[in-house]
C-alpha cells in the first residue's frame, strides 16, 4: 500500500496516496471489476491518478462512486459528506468531510510558477512575495486552488483571493486567506504540509459560517 499520509480529525480525513502501483493492482485495491469513469480516460498516469483516488476513498470505508457537478467539483453518490481531490504525479490527495466544505491542491514548487505570477498574484501579494521564492509561491498557488475548489467559488480570479504574507516556512504550518465575494469579505484558515518537493494545502469550513 502507498499511503503516504493519512490525517483523521473530528472534522474531516486526508489521505495522500504516492502512486507506485500498476494499473491492475489499484484496480484490485478499489475492488470490483466494472470501472465506468476510467473507461473514458486513456491516459496512463491519469488512469493510476483516478484509481489512487478512489483507493483512498476505500480507505476512508467510502465505497460508493464518485461523481460531478458541471462545474466538475466532485460529490459522492448517495453520501451527504464533501469530497475535493487533486493530483501531481506520483502523488494523490482526497479530503472528505460528513460536515464542512473542503478543497485542497498538491503542487510540486519546482513548478515556474514566477513564470505566471501576474495570473494569481494580487497586487498586496507581489509587493511581498520574492519572484526567487518558489516555494511561497507555490503555496499561494495551492491555497487559491484549495479555495476555489470550494461551493460557489467558480468565477473568481487571482486578485479576488489574498493570502496575508508568509513569515516563517517549516514542514507543516496555517495560511490565512481573504476573498472578496461579491460585496462581502470572507476569511479562511488553511492547513499546508511539504511532502517531498511536493506542498499539499487544504481548507475545512463550516458551511453556516460563509455568506453569499
Known amino acids: 500500500m502507498a499511503i503516504k499520509h493519512l490525517h483523521r480529525t473530528e472534522d474531516f480525513i486526508l489521505g495522500v496516496w504516492r502512486l507506485e502501483e500498476d494499473e491492475e493492482t489499484l484496480k484490485q485495491k478499489v475492488g470490483g471489476t466494472y470501472f465506468p469513469g476510467l473507461a473514458r480516460i486513456t491516459n ?33 453518490a448517495h453520501s451527504r459528506s464533501h469530497i ?69 467559488m467558480s468565477g473568481l480570479g487571482g486578485s479576488d483571493m489574498e493570502l496575508k504574507p508568509i513569515e516563517h516556512l517549516s514542514d507543516e504550518g496555517k495560511l490565512e486567506a481573504s476573498v472578496r465575494l461579491g460585496n462581502t469579505i470572507q476569511h479562511f484558515l488553511l492547513n499546508y504540509q511539504y511532502l517531498e518537493y511536493f506542498n499539499v494545502v487544504w481548507v475545512c469550513c463550516n458551511p453556516k459560517t460563509l455568506v453569499w
Do not use: C
Open 84 to 152: 475535493s481531490i487533486t493530483h501531481s504525479y506520483p502523488f494523490v490527495a482526497v479530503i472528505m468531510s460528513e460536515k464542512f466544505h473542503v478543497g485542497i491542491d498538491i503542487e510540486s514548487f519546482a513548478r515556474p510558477f514566477a513564470q505566471v505570477k501576474d495570473k494569481y498574484l494580487s497586487k498586496r501579494e507581489k509587493k511581498w512575495v520574492d519572484n526567487d521564492d518558489n516555494r511561497r509561491l507555490a503555496l499561494i498557488w495551492s491555497a487559491k486552488e484549495a479555495i476555489y475548489k470550494l461551493p460557489g
Open 44 to 76: 496512463e498516469r491519469r488512469r493510476l491518478e483516478w484509481l489512487a483516488a478512489r483507493s483512498l476513498l476505500r480507505e476512508f470505508g467510502y465505497e460508493g462512486h464518485v461523481m460531478y457537478h458541471p462545474t466538475r467539483r466532485p460529490f459522492l
